[in-house]
Structure formats: structure tokens, C-alpha cells
T-cell receptor, first 114, second 114 residues
Framework: GAVVSQHPSRVICKSGTSVKIECRSLDFQATTMFWYRQFPKQSLMLMATSNEGSKATYEQGVEKDKFLINHASLTLSTLTVTSAHPEDSSFYIC??????????FGSGTRLTVV | AQKVTQAQTEISVVEKEDVTLDCVYETRDTTYYLFWYKQPPSGELVFLIRRNSFDEQNEISGRYSWNFQKSTSSFNFTITASQVVDSAVYFCALVNFGNEKLTFGTGTRLTIIP
């Protein structure tokens, strides 16, 4: 089946620094990827839709300058949390659409900002 | 706009009991897809089932079964003879045909007591 690899799985960073999270489709090409954020004991909230070769589309209330998304190839999308603060601590999950398998999710990244 | 409601926030059952997780959805579209995902403590989302709006046939996969009823806009999930490994958060989700954005319910945390 389709596999989406997400790295790192856990990251701890200092307040004010930036963190990059990678999402790769391993055995298929993904023109569209999605980034979600999940707070403890809550549902997944869509942050943005990442389109290969074009700017990401952000959901209402998501700061595009803080959460930079780059989808430079058909197999890689990155989310950079810039100038991270403790309130950005969360679980971030990416997903990609494949023709045969529908939505495939990465394993998630647990970000802790100290 | 679409909406998915999972009214049961948390459920606990004793091992080997049957348990049903409820999902009620709202959409104006006539063509849509419904999903169930399992999120174990490790965080990754595990795909369980996809059902399109034209297929109301109930489905059984091992101990899992799904009941799709358009008349009540429900897509309920039953686990028969529950096991401790079934402990997880379960999400119901909806996407309208032609729209790639998944709408998730708030999730049901299922705990199987040994």
C-alpha cells in the first residue's frame, strides 16, 4: 500500500528557534498533501493544503508566516514552524492522497517547545 | 459545509464485550465518502474503512462491522468481542466528492478493560 514517511517523530526545541518537519510519499507521487495539528485529546484540525509547485492554501486562523509549507517535489512536503513558542507544542500529522489508496497519513511529529 | 459528530467522548468496556461507536454526519452533497480511522497511543492514523454514499451495504471485516444508514445520516462502527489491543481513539471522517479536505469528528476514546 501507499506509505507516507514523516520525520522527525519527536522533536524538542528551544523557544524562538525554528523546526522543520518532513513528509515524504515513498511509493507514489502526491500532488496534494495536507498538514494537520492535533492538541491532546482533541481532533485533527487541518492547517493547510500543500500543492506541489505552488503556494500552500491555509485554513482560516492559521498564520502562514509562522507555519511555512514547501512542496517542492511530488514526493516531499515540509512544514517549518518558525520562531516556535510553547503554545506551538502539539502533534503535527501530514497526509497525502494516492489514486489507489485514498488518504495516507504520516506517523506524526510530536513537537515540544521549551 | 459538512460536519461529523461523534457524541461519545469516551467509552470503556470489559474485554470480550461488543461495543458500538456512533458517527452522525451532515452534508449538503449527495456524493461523499465516509471513513473510520484508528489512532493508537503511538499517534499514527490507521485506516479502517472507506464507504461511498451510494453504497449502503453493511460491511464486516473480522471483528469489525460498519452500519451505514443514509436515512439517519449515520455510519456506526461495531467491534465484536473486544480486545485490549482495540484500545485507541477512533475517528469518523467525511469528504465530499470533488473536495479533498477531510472533515474529522471529535473522536471517541475507547478503553478495553482486561
Amino acid at each position: 500500500g501507499a506509505v507516507v514517511s514523516q520525520h522527525p517523530s519527536r522533536v524538542i526545541c528551544k523557544s524562538g528557534t525554528s523546526v522543520k518537519i518532513e513528509c515524504r510519499s515513498l511509493d507514489f507521487q502526491a500532488t496534494t498533501m495536507f498538514w494537520y495539528r492535533q492538541f491532546p485529546k482533541q481532533s485533527l484540525m487541518l492547517m493547510a493544503t500543500s500543492n506541489e509547485g505552488s503556494k500552500a492554501t491555509y485554513e482560516q486562523g492559521v498564520e502562514k508566516d509562522k507555519f511555512l509549507i514547501n512542496h517542492a517535489s511530488l514526493t516531499l512536503s515540509t512544514l517549518t514552524v518558525t520562531s516556535a513558542h510553547p503554545e506551538d507544542s502539539s502533534f503535527y500529522i501530514c497526509s497525502a492522497i494516492s489514486a489507489n489508496y485514498g488518504y495516507t497519513f504520516g506517523s506524526g511529529t510530536r513537537l515540544t517547545v521549551v | 459545509a459538512q460536519k461529523v459528530t461523534q457524541a461519545q467522548t469516551e467509552i470503556s468496556v470489559v474485554e470480550k464485550e461488543d461495543v458500538t461507536l456512533d458517527c452522525v454526519y451532515e452534508t449538503r452533497d449527495t456524493t461523499y465518502y465516509l471513513f473510520w480511522y484508528k489512532q493508537p497511543p503511538s499517534g499514527e492514523l490507521v485506516f479502517l474503512i472507506r464507504r461511498n454514499s451510494f453504497d449502503e451495504q453493511n460491511e464486516i471485516s473480522g471483528r469489525y462491522s460498519w452500519n451505514f444508514q443514509k436515512s439517519t445520516s449515520s455510519f456506526n462502527f461495531t467491534i465484536t468481542a473486544s480486545q485490549v489491543v482495540d484500545s485507541a481513539v477512533y475517528f469518523c471522517a467525511l469528504v465530499n466528492f470533488g473536495n479533498e479536505k477531510l472533515t474529522f469528528g471529535t473522536g471517541t476514546r475507547l478503553t478495553i478493560i482486561p
